[in-house]
């Protein structure tokens, strides 16, 4: 499952539900979550990965014309 800032444009229910909802995944079934909201994030993940320290900026390959 990929969830792309899930919680935006949610209230505050509407958080709740998706964070009941994440949690009761069958286990072993991957969950890739974009997310700045730490607090949902820790509240529905097992493991977490901040790319934010891994950024090293490169510039892209030459494209063959």
Known sequence: TLLDEP??????????????????????????????DVGFMAAVCDERLDITALQQREPAPERAS
Request: no cysteine; net charge positive; charged share 15%.
């Open 7 to 36: 919680t935006n444009n949610l209230d505050p229910d509407g958080v709740a539900l998706l964070t009941q909802w994440l949690r009761q995944r069958r286990p072993g079934h991957g969950l890739l979550l974009i997310s700045h």
